[in-house]
């Protein structure tokens, strides 16, 4: 069970847990995606799922919608009656529902689960943490200024909860100018290297700016993504 987790929004952690999972189904792992990002769910659309999951008849066991290629997910998304309908709930509920995908769902055989926390450090991490047997996390971030701090928070959390921190992965780290092969630092040049041996952390991946993946990610088609990028934080996971 591995959270994918970052100090703020907007880095491409949603993108970063289904690139792990793609990586994994590939490997031929039985692999299956946690939604825990219950306000603001974007796995069924990485992935092109929309509708509702379906239960048994007593109504206590939801099967998981599976993605083309096997990966099982479940996320709030499946529960609503529209998809675009916000979900305006205060934290306890939040993290009451996290538990309740973790428990009520028929998850079957899975060798590899990969759980999509929110941004931050509030309630359903500390849910996620404390409740759920996470073997790992992995800290997904930007290259800007504020990056050692915030993934500092991160990595400080998984220590006082006492799990291993696998791997960081800095998305939008670069952009390669598909004209004439230059690269191009966007936020700036990066500083990941010396934030994760400050922390202690060996495994570094550095995924850069295309327009292609986001089009993918778009069209509901993550499975057709290269995940090449993550190949050395997916091999510490799989030793963890």
């Not at 590939?26 to 239960?55: N, W, Y």
């Not at 991490?125 to 915030?150: A, C, E, K, R």
Request: net charge negative; hydrophobic share 40%.
């Amino acid at each position: 069970v591995i959270a994918v987790v970052s100090g703020k929004g907007g880095v491409g952690k949603s993108l970063v847990t289904s690139l792990l999972a793609v990586k994994s189904r590939r490997e031929g792992l039985k692999t299956a995606v946690l939604d825990a990002d219950i306000t603001g769910p974007s796995i069924p659309k990485s992935f092109g799922l929309s509708g509702k999951a379906t239960c048994n008849e007593a109504g206590t066991i939801i099967y998981p919608p599976e993605t083309k290629t096997g990966i099982k997910t479940m996320s709030l998304n499946y529960l609503l009656d529209n998809e675009t309908d916000p979900v305006i709930w205060r934290g306890p509920v939040i993290a009451s529902a996290v538990k309740q995908f973790w428990e009520d769902v028929e998850w079957g055989d899975t060798d590899c689960m990969f759980i999509d926390c929110p941004p931050g450090t509030g309630d359903v991490p500390l849910t996620v943490f404390q409740t759920l047997p996470v073997d790992g996390i992995v800290v997904v971030t930007s290259p800007q200024d504020l990056v050692s701090m915030i993934v500092e928070k991160a990595v400080n959390m998984a220590k006082m909860m006492d799990i291993p921190v696998l791997g960081i992965v800095e998305n939008m780290s670069y952009f390669k100018c598909p004209d004439c092969g230059n690269i191009h630092y966007i936020y700036g040049k990066s500083r990941i290297d010396e934030a994760a041996k400050e922390l202690g952390i060996k495994t570094v991946a550095k995924m850069p700016m295309d327009p292609e993946v986001a089009g993918h990610i778009d069209a509901g088609e993550a499975e057709e993504l290269d995940t090449a990028a993550l190949d050395e934080v997916f091999a510490a996971i799989k030793n963890c």
